[in-house]
């Protein structure tokens, strides 16, 4: 029996693991999940869970690093199964038959049994153990059919019904697989320790994982956080254009005035600053890689259009074309919009890859109009130019026609300016950021775009 200083320690390293991973948990949250558990109790697992959930996340989304996370400080058993696994065809029959009578706590034991008798790997007493390896020699996926025949022989679904009653036995078969990883890294955790797996075996939030490392799940994912952030941003953006607005002091009128209170500046006279909203533009490198960042920016900065007097958005390859207009339906198609710019615009020429000094001349040839004393330019990429001429001359072309330029790099810094990477060159002409996650990013658009 845990006690209470035990339970303690646990729910602060929950707290701690949870802040590691982006969670904002201030210290009056904390106390609000202590008095959760002294509450709730240990006795009921599940809605303990939700008693923490409640009070230390915001969004739903965090449930996706909560819930593993709480699974390795508030596992439900330690050690292994108190039977012996059985063999690979009886624990698929009987996986079947708990997947068919929807039973969670019999689903959950079976998952400790699959993992003892399959994820096991290395030498005898090792640490080693694979949800993967167990589901690849399982395959609970592949029982969908027979579990659906045996509900619907018993319940008689048809038709729509029965449509919904694969989509039931699907998520029952997801709810396994995710049973099986956390039983793995239980039991990793119980040799190596909690705090390390949880630091290094749960999948962090969307808005902290590098652009180049999303795959096309956690992408999708991401970009369904563009019109919060985008409220967010404009919310801080407004803000800042009602301080500029204010203007600097006038000190010659400031003087003027102050003759009548005998020379003291009681009122002081401020410059006031014309309201002119500021141009945008976007130039974006949409190849390999780097195209789920820019596609994610561009969304993003369509979503505050309404912040600028103007925003137009090109994207390359190694030739360079305008995407303004086909951004208009981001926001209700997100997913789809690299496909309709690789459809609808011409960025290659004879190759298919990246060429950052033919693009950005071209953009200084053609849309040199696009940049003025009031436009500030975005140029998104890696800055890797497979070996070709950087032409660092349109660089200053732009450079001097615009008001600012900035340079936001996936890449990490230490990698600027390895193999063919141009980075320290371009960086030497406009400021060029870090920018590997939706979290830097949200920070430098708030930082850098023009009031």
């Known amino acids: 029996m845990t006690t209470g200083a035990g339970v303690t320690g646990r729910l602060a390293s929950l707290v701690s693991a949870l802040r590691a991973h982006g969670i904002r948990i201030g210290t009056g949250e904390s106390v609000d999940a202590a008095r959760a558990v002294e509450a709730l109790g240990l006795a009921d697992r599940e809605l303990l869970r939700e008693g923490l959930a409640a009070t230390l996340l915001?969004?739903?989304?965090q449930r996706r690093v909560f819930d593993p996370v709480f699974d390795l400080y508030f596992p439900r058993r330690a050690g292994g199964p108190e039977s012996a696994p059985a063999g690979r065809d009886e624990l698929r029959d009987r996986i079947a038959a708990a997947l068919a009578s929807g039973d969670r706590a019999l689903l959950e034991g079976l998952a400790a049994e699959a993992v003892e008798g399959?994820?096991?790997?290395?030498?005898?007493?090792?640490?080693?153990?694979?949800?993967?390896?167990?589901?690849?020699r399982l395959r609970p996926q592949t029982l969908l059919a027979?579990?659906?025949d045996d509900v619907r022989a018993g319940a008689g679904a048809t038709g729509f019904a029965d449509r919904l009653l694969e989509d039931e036995i699907r998520r029952r078969i997801e709810d396994f697989r995710r049973m099986v990883a956390s039983e793995a890294r239980r039991r990793v955790a119980e040799r190596r320790g909690r705090d390390e797996i949880a630091r290094r075996a749960v999948a962090t939030t969307p808005d902290r994982v590098?652009?180049?490392?999303?795959?096309?799940d956690r992408l999708a994912e991401l970009r369904r956080t563009v019109q919060p952030l985008a409220r967010k941003l404009a919310t801080r953006l407004a803000a800042r254009r009602r301080r500029a607005s204010r203007g600097s002091i006038d000190l010659r009128r400031t003087l003027r005035g102050s003759l009548s209170t005998g020379g003291v500046p009681m009122r002081p006279v401020l410059r006031r600053r014309r309201p002119v909203r500021p141009e945008l533009v976007l130039l974006c490198d949409v190849s390999g890689s780097v195209a789920g960042f820019s596609d994610f920016t561009m969304l993003l900065v369509q979503a505050l259009h309404d912040q600028f007097g103007k925003v137009r958005v090109f994207a390359f390859v190694n030739?360079?074309?305008?995407?303004?207009?086909?951004?208009?339906?981001?926001?209700?198609?997100?997913?789809?919009?690299g496909a309709r710019i690789g459809e609808r615009a011409t960025l290659t020429a004879w190759h298919g890859s990246s060429d950052y000094g033919v693009a950005l001349g071209e953009f200084a040839e053609r849309y040199g109009d696009a940049v003025g004393p009031r436009t500030t330019v975005f140029v998104l990429g890696d800055a890797r130019t497979n070996m070709g001429d950087p032409n660092l001359a349109a660089v200053r072309d732009i450079a001097g026609r615009a008001r600012r330029v900035y340079w936001l790099n996936p890449e990490q810094r230490s990698r600027w300016g390895t193999g063919d990477s141009a980075a320290p060159e371009y960086a030497g002409l406009v400021d060029m950021y870090e920018c590997r996650n939706a979290r830097q990013l949200g920070a430098l658009v708030t930082r850098l775009l023009p009031v």
Do not use: I, N
């Not at 399959?118 to 690849?136: A, E, K, N, R």
């Not at 590098?210 to 096309?216: P, Q, V, Y």
């Not at 030739?319 to 919009?337: F, W």
């Open 58 to 61: 915001h969004t739903p989304g």
């Open 118 to 136: 399959f994820g096991g790997y290395g030498s005898p007493g090792s640490d080693g153990w694979s949800s993967h390896q167990t589901l690849d």
């Open 146 to 148: 027979r579990v659906r």
């Open 210 to 216: 590098d652009f180049l490392l999303l795959g096309k």
């Open 319 to 337: 030739r360079v074309d305008e995407v303004t207009g086909l951004l208009v339906h981001g926001a209700a198609d997100p997913e789809g919009l």
